[in-house]
């Protein structure tokens, strides 16, 4: 009854400020329980010890980057078809992704998936080329833009069946280019610039999927002395890939078909963690397509600061993300902030790790 009393004997100007200022406290409340859902911490956290006597640390979902605040909401992402032909070569763009995920696609000729975040500025990206059904697996975990110039029957047909945030270049070639002095189907390029312009396009007609993709655990790289290296052969092709630990860099080189694997600026491409997924791979038909089973788990390995850890890959569901476990101790792989390159093979047959 006082409180109510005490309401009464206020002016009307005064009962208004404190209107505003319980609108204020109210606020200020919601925002500190829906925050923290855009906070990522590196790992693992850190003890009650710790938080008293440092500052929080950040990361960047996409890159476990350290940053000095939290984001307000997840990056938008792109998710390109590279094209992997030796025709196609040198790529462009592709030593700025910070995920790349590499799978075979007919006659054992390894094709791209590039993820890249709304927040860089890559000024050509490519070439572009065609989609095929298990990248769309790999770009839907992220929530991508999935980015590719038409695609096999069956990739279209699981597109046009929904879930797929898509971006073909036959029916938005505005947003693309051709190369001159490169070769049809080896020249269709990008940007991140016009890959924006497309994303803002489609938000302002309603038709941007919400981004809630889980994020991977994080920790600063560990550099070491070890020269551990990793050979990819995708069935005897020249497409042959070697990843080597470069002990001056911390950084794991690539080499491609036995000479190193450069961009178009003449970049070596290299990696912070490089994963294998094995997996069952299938060949569906006389054209050579593949079937990738790309959910469900398997073994596979994580390479990063000069070490092989034995993995388990899972992927429950289509939509939910490629995770690695460490097989001895069952807890999930902390990555590297940085990139991160995955290998896709049918079998251990594909690999070599030495030492």
Do not use: C
Request: proline share 5%; hydrophobic share 40%.
């Amino acid at each position: 009854m006082r409180f109510k009393e005490a309401i009464k004997r206020l002016k009307k100007t005064d009962r208004l400020t404190l209107v505003g200022l319980l609108i204020v406290v109210g606020l200020a409340i919601l925002v500190a329980l829906v925050l923290p859902k855009f906070v990522y911490r590196s790992s693992p956290e850190p003890t009650d010890e710790q938080e008293t006597t440092s500052d929080a640390v950040y990361r960047h979902p996409l890159t476990g980057a350290s940053i000095y605040a939290p984001l307000v909401e997840l990056p938008q992402v792109f998710a390109v078809m590279i094209d992997n032909h030796e025709d196609a070569w040198p790529p462009s763009g592709i030593d700025q992704a910070f995920l790349v995920i590499e799978a075979p696609v007919e006659a054992a000729i390894p094709r791209l998936l590039a993820f890249f975040s709304s927040e860089e500025d890559v000024a050509e990206i490519g070439p572009v080329r065609s989609a095929r059904p298990y990248y769309l697996d790999w770009a839907n975990e992220l929530d991508a833009l999935y980015v590719h110039v038409g695609g096999s029957n069956a990739a279209l047909d699981l597109i046009a069946s929904g879930g797929t945030f898509d971006f073909n270049q036959y029916w938005w070639g505005e947003y693309f280019w051709r190369a001159g002095n490169r070769f049809a189907p080896h020249n269709v390029f990008t940007s991140t610039t016009l890959m924006n312009e497309f994303v803002t396009r489609r938000t302002e007609a309603g038709v941007v999927p919400e981004r809630l993709y889980d994020v991977w655990l994080f920790k600063d790289p560990e550099p070491s002395k070890s020269e551990s290296s990793l050979h990819v052969d995708f069935d005897g092709t020249i497409y042959f890939a070697d990843w080597s630990y470069d002990t001056e860099l911390g950084l794991y080189v690539r080499s491609q078909s036995g000479e190193p694997h450069l961009t178009s600026t003449g970049s070596q491409i290299t990696a912070d963690n490089v994963a294998v997924v094995m997996t069952d791979i299938d060949i569906l038909d006389s054209v050579g397509r593949r079937a990738v089973r790309t959910t469900g788990e398997g073994d596979g390995y994580v390479f990063q600061d000069g070490q092989a850890i034995e993995a388990t890959w899972r992927k429950p569901s289509a939509s939910e993300r490629l995770k690695f476990y460490d097989r001895v101790s069952g807890e999930e792989v902390v990555m590297n902030a940085g990139v991160t390159w995955i290998e896709v093979v049918g079998s251990e047959e594909n690999i070599a790790i030495a030492p």
